[in-house]
């Protein structure tokens, strides 16, 4: 079957086509449109202004990956289309656009899940999901822990971040240092010319205590205010600030609580494979720490390369593709976009 997808839940307008067969998924086409140069100088995303984004930039993204699959609309076989969560607006302009495909064309819509989606999207590059895997999935607005037995139809939340994301937490200490937005991306480059050992940070939520309530949950508010801590004392004392140092032990406290609770649940459930997706899982110090430590466990690391971990319609169109492939019904034409889907609910 031939599966479009189309993912506007932020600020990239995507559009993709896989190949689904039995055994496999074949990517076709990967067309981004991104706004994020609009919202830069507001230092976040402006929902209104990526709504309008996604209109415009919705028919080009559209024909221009038809034109490089060289692929006609009447033979896609399936829609699928982010339902949520994200942002309501960009959420509504993809939902509307698929819903108008799907009518037109007179074939099934499935809405999905983004965050499943960062995880699903693995399976372009490695193959179909095992039998039963950890999944950390890691981005700007989602930092959780989840243990899969299906990809569709067996996801649990083990554990989630209780305050910013992985990625929120990059981008928050980014513009504590005067990096350009999104920061998460400029503190990675930073990280890798300074010293991981230089500064002592905090590593949230690893401490006996916590370790019995909250094993599987994350916590990056604390760190991100005992680096604004020691930066100010700095400033105060006149002292010029060593900024690489700073954003490599930063780096080095999220890389560290990410990958050593990751793998402890890998242990207490007895998983043998870990797959990491989320714009979050393209930082390179949680890429090598990983590989590093998933090797010393015997654990099998499955990370895409970085061009599919940020937003993109080829997640969606993935997650669409498993969808396929187990048979399950559509969803209805009037389905609702949920801004805070669960993690648990993949398909609507
Ligand atoms: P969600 O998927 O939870 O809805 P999102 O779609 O906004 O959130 P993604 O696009 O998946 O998030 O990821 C974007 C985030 O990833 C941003 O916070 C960005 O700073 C961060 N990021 C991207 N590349 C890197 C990198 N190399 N190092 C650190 N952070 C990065
Ligand atoms: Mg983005
Ligand atoms: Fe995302």
């Not at 230089?198 to 680096?227: C, E, M, N, W, Y």
Request: glycine residues 10%; hydrophobic residues 50%.
């Amino acid at each position: 079957a031939l599966v479009l997808g189309i993912e506007t839940s932020c600020d990239e307008t995507g559009v993709a086509l896989v190949r689904a067969t039995p055994e496999a998924s074949e990517l076709l086409v990967d067309a981004v449109a991104s706004s994020v140069d609009e919202h830069a100088r507001f230092g976040g995303i402006i929902p209104e202004i990526a709504s309008r984004a996604h209109l415009e930039s919705f028919v080009p993204t559209l024909e221009r990956a038809l034109a490089e699959a060289d692929v006609a609309l009447a033979d896609v076989d399936a829609i699928a289309v982010t339902a949520g969560p994200g942002l309501v607006g960009p959420l509504t302009v993809g939902a509307a656009a698929a819903k108008a495909l799907a009518v037109a064309l007179d074939r099934p819509l499935y809405g999905v899940n983004h965050v499943i989606g960062h995880a699903v999207v693995d399976e372009l590059v490695h193959g179909l999901f095992p039998d039963r895997c950890m999944a950390l999935v890691v981005s700007g607005g989602h930092t959780s822990l989840l243990l899969v037995e299906d990809a569709v139809t067996g996801v649990t939340e083990l554990g989630h971040t209780l305050d910013d994301a992985a990625g929120e937490a990059f981008d928050k200490v980014g513009r504590l240092l005067g990096l350009p937005y999104p920061g998460g991306p400029h503190i990675d480059r930073l990280a890798r010319e300074g010293d991981p050992t230089a500064i002592r940070f905090p590593r949230g939520l690893t401490a006996a205590k916590d370790q019995a309530r909250h094993a599987a949950d994350f916590s990056f508010s604390g760190l991100k205010t005992a680096v604004a801590r020691w930066v100010e004392a700095r400033q105060d004392a006149g002292e010029e600030l060593p900024l690489a140092d700073v954003a490599a032990s930063f780096a080095a406290s999220v890389a560290d609580v990410l990958t050593a609770k990751t793998i402890a649940a890998c242990r207490r459930h007895d998983v043998g494979t870990l797959v990491v997706g989320g714009g979050f899982s393209a930082n390179s110090q949680l890429r090598d720490l990983l590989a590093q430590r998933c090797a010393e466990a015997g654990i099998e690391l499955r990370i895409p390369p970085i061009r599919y971990c940020t937003d993109n319609g080829a997640m969606i169109a993935a997650l669409g593709a498993a969808v396929v492939r187990r048979g399950l019904p559509a969803s209805p034409l009037d389905l609702a976009v949920d801004s805070s889907m669960p993690l648990t609910q993949v398909l609507v």
